[in-house]
């Protein structure tokens, strides 16, 4: 059979992660990798998670663990991500809450609620690869956003008239963001609460990364600085993505959307027609675990994620050339480095798996429209000092010979 001829029309628009591309280098030893953006396996609460599970398969409700549950998610992990929510200036109800298996599925979801083929997304440049790979499904056009300049909503509407469609949302990953590591300050936030009150459209706030804050003070979500506007959340327009893939453990993919209850209303009938729901057991362990230990895990993350983010920081000024350069972010896992204007990340990369054998991502991949080739994104929660330290001083002496 010749499957094309059957291939949906959004098919040319999936492509490869090249994230998940790379991330089979992790099986070769001698490869010392700054590519996947993964938590350190090292450091997941495992006896607690091991506990957690024993409690949920024993005892007289261990039928539930194992059976169908409600679209919305388990309720007792709903209470507690609203009272988490509450405490960084977001009330809310369970009402408020779907959970969504990781907040990947909830990027997909939202663009799938919301996009028509030639509607446009507008994003950052770069921007995470994985929402690009969630919206392209729907055929969409991207436009350039950057919250720290003003330009016009109707230049926004008119390119997206042009483009065959409306803009639709605008997404922002807003705290330590992957890819560059960098935060929005407040006071973008509030421009972006603004352009969308003008133009009529909704926010995707991605905070995947929002627990781990080494430096600064925090900032609130958009979601709460648009409530502090507005009195609840119901007047809102901002939807808020967030996730235990970076805090507690990625494997059991449990995540959330909060949100008006008009809006989760109709994302929880995308999830019975999708996969009815979450997995159970997991959603039963992840509350146990999130309600007994969460504060003191995430505080051993950042301590840790701390130290090697500092330690990356010094070898790359000890040991990169003049020309490039990079962010400092006060948190998450990842720093941007930014190389000469006539060198190329994809390029790089393919030299530096044959010569020095240091993975690392390309940057072109996050950018909607494949441009800025000469970038490339370091994530830093995997390694320690000696990785660290040993490719540095292998990547430098690779771009110093290739400048």
Not at 129 to 140: M, Q, R
Not at 308 to 314: A, E, Q, S, Y
Request: proline share 5%.
């Amino acid at each position: 059979m010749e499957w094309n001829n059957v291939l949906a029309t959004r098919n040319a628009r999936m492509k490869a992660s090249e994230i998940r591309e790379l991330l089979k280098l992790l099986d070769q030893p001698d490869i010392i990798s700054f590519a996947g953006g993964i938590p350190d396996p090292a450091l997941f609460p495992t006896e607690a998670f091991r506990d957690a599970f024993s409690a949920a398969l024993t005892g007289p409700k261990a039928g539930a663990a194992l059976q169908y549950s409600v679209s919305e998610g388990y309720r007792p992990l709903r209470d507690w991500i609203v009272a988490e929510m509450g405490k960084i200036g977001v009330p809310c109800t369970a009402d408020n809450i779907l959970i969504t298996s990781g907040s990947q599925q909830a990027l997909d979801y939202l663009a799938k609620l919301m996009i028509s083929p030639n509607d446009t997304v507008l994003v950052g440049w770069p921007t995470y690869l994985g929402a690009l790979g969630a919206f392209n499904a729907y055929e969409p056009s991207y436009d350039r956003l950057d919250p720290n300049t003003n330009r016009p909503a109707a230049d926004f509407a008119t390119k997206a008239e042009a483009a065959g469609g409306r803009v639709k949302f605008a997404y922002l990953s807003v705290d330590f963001a992957n890819p560059t590591g960098e935060t929005i300050a407040r006071s973008a936030r509030e421009s972006v609460i603004d352009l969308a009150d003008e133009m009529d459209i909704a926010v995707v706030e991605d905070a995947a990364y929002q627990t781990l804050r080494y430096d600064g003070e925090a900032i609130p979500p958009i979601l709460a600085l648009e409530i502090a506007r507005k009195g609840s959340i119901e007047n809102c327009r901002t939807l808020y993505c967030g996730s235990f893939s970076k805090s507690l453990a990625p494997g059991l993919r449990v995540g959330w959307v909060c949100g008006a209850s008009e809006v989760i209303s109709r994302l929880v009938l995308m999830k019975q027609a999708a996969d009815l729901h979450s997995a159970t057991t997991n959603q039963i362990v992840t509350h146990h675990v999130a309600s007994t230990q969460f504060d003191a895990h995430v505080a051993k993350l950042r301590s840790t994620y701390q130290a090697r983010r500092d330690h990356l920081l010094k070898a790359l000024a000890r040991e990169m050339p003049d020309g490039v350069s990079w962010t400092k972010p006060e948190g998450g896992m990842f720093i941007w480095l930014t190389l000469p204007e006539t060198m190329d990340g994809a390029d790089l990369l393919a030299q530096s798996l044959q010569s020095e054998r240091v993975a690392f991502v390309p940057g072109r991949a996050f950018f909607a429209d494949g441009s800025n080739g000469n970038t490339v994104r370091l994530s830093f929660s995997c390694a320690d000092e000696a990785a660290i330290d040993e490719g540095m001083k292998r990547l430098g002496r690779l771009i110093r010979a290739q400048a």
